[in-house]
């Protein structure tokens, strides 16, 4: 997949010089771009932007100031570049348990409001082909974020997920790859 955007940015975009962007830019850059995905920012989605950036202000990790620029900045770098670009511009930025946190934090704050809209779903899918994530990995972060997520459960005791026979099918996935 990789070399796919590498040879699509090639042919379609002028190269220019990308800002070079830390860990934390790139994660709050690729969770800008699932809030922008539909070209609208939905209360749901920018709240689980700032809670995720914000607990580093209650951890005295950040001020109140960074958090502000760094969200800013992040959406400034959206409106103007392509996704693509995005991808290869982090390409060398993240460690792996990294990448899997940008993807997890994505993914997540692609169903927090509930509605999934197909541009979000394609980000996040591109974002795990491009970085080679295990299709088993991927999964099994959707799988607990769904359920993490879905608090329907605790509104309707025939939620398929409060039957006695609930498992996470990840589970069963290990059983038999072992």
């Known amino acids: 997949m990789r070399d796919n955007v590498i040879s699509f940015a090639k042919e379609n975009f002028a190269l220019e010089a990308m800002p070079v962007l830390t860990p934390m830019q790139a994660l709050a850059t690729a969770t800008a771009y699932i809030v922008m995905a539909d070209k609208k920012a939905v209360p749901e989605e920018r709240a689980g932007l700032v809670s995720m ?18 969200t800013a900045d992040a ?56 970085f080679d994530i295990d299709r088993r990995i991927v999964n099994t972060v959707r799988e607990i974020l769904m359920i993490k997520n879905d608090t329907t459960m605790f509104l309707r005791d025939d939620h ?3 039957g006695s026979d609930f498992r996470f099918m990840f589970l069963d996935r290990m059983d038999t790859e072992s």
């Open 75 to 130: 959406f400034a770098y959206v409106a103007k570049y392509e996704y693509e670009k995005f991808l290869l511009s982090i390409e060398d930025t993240l460690t792996p348990a990294q990448i899997i946190s940008v993807m997890s934090n994505m993914y997540e704050l692609m169903i927090v409001d509930g509605h999934v809209i197909a541009r979000e779903k394609e980000l996040v899918d591109e974002f795990f082909r491009f």
């Open 160 to 162: 398929p997920n409060n």
């Open 53 to 70: 950036l914000g607990k580093h202000v209650s951890k005295r990790e950040m001020s109140s100031t960074q958090i502000q620029r760094l």
